[in-house]
């Protein structure tokens, strides 16, 4: 029993070194920065320990305006995303032929490059001296617009990032939903039809259990996902998102790294921990709600 358990530790000891070589160490000297204040990257120096960096962030207007674009866009995208791909993965199960070649159709948005998408999109919706862009023409032939929605007011730019991100996300949901669909077993269908159940009732009570867990998996990486978005925003608004007013909290931890207010490590270092504190919290009640949801 010794042998097979230090042969199972020796199988394990590569896996170990590397997290805790690139995770769990930096999480530690985070969290060490994060309490050093006024600490000098240049010399390394600081004069004191404490929570003043947390509160210092806590207070930052540029912080709360990432706070608040931030949980904007999950609490749109995420739900949006979901019940978006969960229609069109019913929809794609339901077509025999061309399946295949449908979700390749659907799936091209994800294996293309984020910057490249984003500036496809800004090209789209932005408004200059020579074009309106295409969105605004088509808004013209209902008599609306046009609409700045690069440069413009604070919920037209919002309503890009979150139509932005759900395209993104979008065919990722469908690949894995349209997979979890195909694996219920046609015998339950075929009982509940020989009962002559309703689709609605069919749905509710062999679809949506029978591919919960998956269902629950995208819920869960939706959140994390969105949490972490930056790249999306940088692709339509540029680098400097603080005075678009469309930066995130993970841009803002950029920021303060190499942005134009960077070489403030310890004020990054208590945001990524504000940062990790929500993420946990919500990973931690989507957990609990699953107990009762989410059948395996």
Request: some cysteine; charged content about 10%; glycine content about 6%.
């Amino acid at each position: 029993m010794g042998k097979n358990n230090l042969k199972a530790w020796l199988y394990l000891l590569p896996a170990i070194l590397f997290l805790g070589a690139f995770m769990v160490y930096p999480l530690i000297d985070v969290l060490i920065y994060s309490a050093e204040e006024g600490y000098n990257s240049a010399s390394q120096t600081y004069f004191g320990v404490g929570l003043y960096n947390y509160s210092y962030v806590l207070h930052d207007p540029y912080f709360l305006q990432a706070v608040k674009n931030t949980f904007i866009l999950v609490i749109i995208t995420v739900p949006l995303s979901t019940g978006f791909a969960l229609l069109i993965s019913l929809a794609l199960n339901s077509i025999k032929w061309l399946r295949n070649l449908f979700q390749t159709i659907y799936f091209l948005p994800y294996v293309t490059n984020t910057l490249a998408v984003g500036l496809v999109f800004m090209i789209l919706f932005k408004k200059n001296a020579y074009t309106d862009g295409l969105v605004n023409l088509m808004l013209r032939l209902f008599g609306a617009g046009p609409v700045d929605f690069i440069d413009g007011p604070y919920a037209a730019k919002m309503f890009v990032l979150c139509f932005y991100t759900i395209w993104v996300v979008l065919p990722f949901k469908i690949l894995i939903l349209t997979s979890a669909l195909a694996s219920v077993k046609q015998d339950y269908y075929n009982a509940a039809r020989i009962d002559a159940t309703p689709k609605w009732r069919i749905f509710t009570r062999i679809t949506l259990p029978m591919i919960s867990p998956m269902l629950f998996y995208l819920v869960i990486t939706g959140f994390i996902g969105a949490f972490k978005a930056y790249s999306d925003a940088v692709a339509l608004f540029g680098t400097d998102l603080n005075a678009a007013g469309m930066n995130t909290i993970v841009g803002y931890v950029y920021d303060m790294l190499y942005g134009d207010s960077g070489g403030f490590p310890s004020y990054a270092s208590a945001a990524a921990l504000i940062l990790f504190a929500i993420v946990l919290t919500i990973t931690c009640i989507n957990l609990i709600i699953s107990k009762k949801h989410v059948h395996y």
